[in-house]
């Protein structure tokens, strides 16, 4: 992130721009951009930049939805708060003039963290308007209420918002020790005790079977525990396969319940062993079936770096909001809520991306580059995308069938994750804050 601070002006901003040119689906009222819909501080902020801000919020959803082959048809007009009866498209707008807010009091506070928009950034800030405006038509220009000089403001404030991230997170505390960070490396097979068919339990001779499988699995391995467990599982059954995984080794009475998607008897087995060991029993759990388990590494290298740079990104995401929260709470902030509530995001009135001619002159960004960075991000702070995403790490195992029914793992649990709008969103060099995620980019 901090190679991308380096950025000049024309290359961080014309990631927003380049993806293509936003075309309108016209059924709401025109807009006067000109209003002002809040002042920050004293200063006044036009509709035309909030505007702009919720309707490539709208477009790159909608775009993210499309791209996990998800329906965009009803997105915004359905009710994120039964109290208020608020849908997600009011949320999207209420987080686009907050984030616009915040995007002035941080112009305001770039000095005190050396932050400046040269002379040059303001030449590239003023091409990469015109041809905004050049790219879009009248009527897509119309239905945004924005004129030249307020998507000039809007990336003047994104550069300043871009380049202060790192500063801003630079004084969170990201000295994380070893013992916080460990994790302990497993391989595992699970023979599961779901009926075939999802509707009928297994019958107690059936159980009896799949127990019996099992207890071979584990002699099988006991005999060589350091072969492939992957081969010595398909000797006895084919449809068997081993997995590996890793867990958190140390946790904290907190983090004991929310530690790992495997059973309980699982993770306590395994706690037991020393590396390369195999537990002595088949361990049955209530729901997941039974399990054949081996202790890789109690203290695995790699896994235990990934899960220090997902600390150290969720402290830096939390310093920032944190942060940042502070500033909005402290500023004297007005809003003109009639004018607010003429903007309006629904599913009748759509905003998308279209295709753009690719220039050989210009080092940009295709919308699918845009995408796949920006979910990137998003996987980065999740303990992603994880959850576990883990930080850079939303790996999702491509299961055998039998792995899918044993719903045990954090990737097959993330992968039927439903897209769901929320109310605020952070910075990334890349792309422009979008309503889907609040991540830290």
């Not at 945004?144 to 809007?154: G, M, R, Y």
């Not at 070893?178 to 009928?200: H, L, N, R």
Request: with cysteine.
């Amino acid at each position: 992130m901090k190679k991308l601070m380096k950025r000049t002006a024309a290359a961080s901003l014309a990631g927003i721009l380049a993806a293509g040119m936003l075309a309108g689906c016209g059924g709401e009222k025109k807009l006067d951009g000109t209003k002002t819909v809040a002042t920050v501080d004293g200063t006044e902020i036009p509709l035309g930049v909030v505007s702009l801000m919720a309707r490539q919020q709208q477009a790159y959803t909608e775009s993210m939805y499309a791209s996990f082959g998800m329906s965009t048809g009803n997105i915004w007009d359905t009710e994120a708060d039964s109290e208020t009866g608020e849908t997600y498209g009011d949320q999207a707008v209420s987080s686009s003039l907050e984030q616009v807010e915040l995007m002035y009091i941080m112009k305001t506070k770039a000095a005190d963290y050396g932050v400046e928009v040269t002379e040059e950034d303001q030449k590239a800030i003023e091409e990469a308007a015109a041809q905004f405006m050049e790219d879009n038509s009248e009527e897509v220009l119309a239905e945004l209420a924005v004129n030249e000089d307020q998507v000039k403001t809007f990336l003047e404030l994104q550069t300043y918002q871009t380049r202060m991230y790192d500063l801003i997170v630079a004084d969170a505390d990201t000295e994380v020790s070893d013992e916080e960070a460990q994790k302990s490396s497993f391989t595992y097979v699970q023979v599961s005790t779901s009926s075939t068919d999802g509707e009928e339990e297994l019958t107690e001779e059936e159980l009896a079977e799949k127990k019996d499988l099992a207890q071979q699995v584990l002699d099988a391995v006991k005999e060589d525990p350091e072969a492939d467990m992957s081969e010595t599982v398909k000797a006895i059954d084919d449809s068997l396969s081993a997995l590996s995984d890793s867990f958190k080794t140390n946790v904290s009475e907190d983090e004991e319940e929310a530690s790992s998607s495997y059973p309980d008897e699982v993770i306590e087995a395994l706690r037991t062993l020393e590396d390369g060991e195999v537990y002595d029993e088949v361990i049955e759990t209530e729901e997941n079936g039974y399990y054949v388990v081996r202790l890789d590494k109690v203290f695995d290298e790699d896994a235990t770096e990934t899960e220090r740079e997902s600390i150290i990104s969720q402290r830096e995401q939390d310093f920032y909001t944190e942060t940042t929260d502070q500033w909005l709470a402290d500023a004297d902030i007005q809003v003109e809520e009639k004018v607010l509530k003429t903007l309006k995001i629904t599913d009748s009135h759509s905003f998308t991306y279209a295709a753009e001619e690719e220039s050989e002159d210009e080092e940009v960004q295709t919308e699918e580059e845009i995408d796949a960075e920006a979910a990137e991000e998003i996987a980065e702070d999740a303990e992603i995308i994880d959850e576990e995403a883990d930080d850079a790490d939303l790996t999702e195992v491509e299961a055998t069938e039998e792995e899918t029914e044993a719903e045990d793992t954090e990737e097959a649990e993330t992968a039927g994750a439903e897209v769901t709008p929320t109310e605020k969103a952070e910075p990334t060099a890349t792309a422009s804050p979008t309503p889907t995620e609040k991540a830290a980019k």
